[in-house]
């Protein structure tokens, strides 16, 4: 069963300050990795996503992640925070199948607030 | 392009009422589209799959009968909530498998609160 897990639960960083967020996943084989942000009160919007070839992928918002397959992990970096990453962040795996979709499995998220 | 939209977005009914939600993909078909709860402060839990044209396959644990899943065009699926309970308040999320592979657009969500 593939399963993700975000170790940290709350963040808190400086405006400008580097973030990392990490995730670590279990799966099979070859995962499907997304990482998703979600604002108070709404759905979610994918920053970025890894299927195959280059591990260093680039997303929306100045966001970037790294696959590194010998860790199980995909982290989330963004070089200077602004003020409005503020959110909760998760990310997710895919890869299996159920009725006929690619289904997804959520990690437990992250809340990263930002310092003025 | 790639939008999926939910009606309504707030919702409150009393206990025992059903209460209907609906998910739309506004500018793609939607071969799959997924239902998830979450509960404040915690993850999505997928509660089903649906695919145009036949049942939904429900994860386990979910009631089949208190959350009947209708996807009846490849645009529109519905979710409704029978008989609904406080405990049944929660945030309803949906999303649409779109044109690739793999990825799946989700809705802004609708905020259920059973009295």
């Known amino acids: 069963a593939q399963s993700v897990t975000q170790p940290d639960i709350h963040i808190t960083v400086s405006e400008g300050a580097s973030l990392e967020l990490r995730c670590n996943y279990s799966?099979?084989?070859?995962?499907?990795l997304f990482w998703y942000v979600q604002s108070p009160g709404q759905g979610l919007q994918l920053l970025l996503k890894?299927?195959?070839?280059?591990?260093l992928v680039q997303g929306i918002k100045g966001f970037e992640a790294e696959f590194k397959r010998s860790q199980s992990s995909f982290n989330l970096r963004k070089p200077s925070v602004h003020w409005s990453d503020a959110a909760e962040y998760f990310c997710?795996?895919?890869?299996?199948?159920?009725?006929?979709?690619?289904?997804?499995?959520f990690g437990t998220g992250t809340q990263l607030k930002v310092e003025l | 392009g790639a939008v999926v939209s939910q009606h309504p977005s707030w919702v409150i009914c009393k206990s025992g009422t059903s209460v209907k939600i609906e998910c739309r993909s506004l500018?793609?078909?939607?071969?799959?589209m997924f239902w998830y709860r979450q509960f404040p402060k915690q993850s999505l839990m997928l509660m089903a799959t649906?695919?145009?044209?036949?049942?939904?396959?429900?994860e386990q644990g979910v009631e089949k009968d208190k959350f009947l899943i209708n996807h009846a065009s490849l645009t529109l699926s519905t979710l409704t909530v029978t008989s609904a309970h406080p405990e049944d308040s929660s945030f309803y999320i949906c999303?649409?498998?779109?044109?690739?592979?793999?990825?799946?657009?989700f809705g802004p969500g609708t905020r259920l609160t059973v009295l």
């Open positions: 999303s649409a498998e779109g044109p690739y592979y793999n990825e799946q657009f």
């Open positions: 799966y099979g084989a070859t995962p499907y």
């Open positions: 890894y299927f195959s070839g280059d591990t």
């Open positions: 997710a795996v895919g890869g299996g199948l159920t009725g006929g979709g690619n289904k997804l499995t």
């Open positions: 500018d793609f078909q939607a071969t799959t």
């Open positions: 649906s695919n145009e044209g036949s049942k939904a396959t429900y």
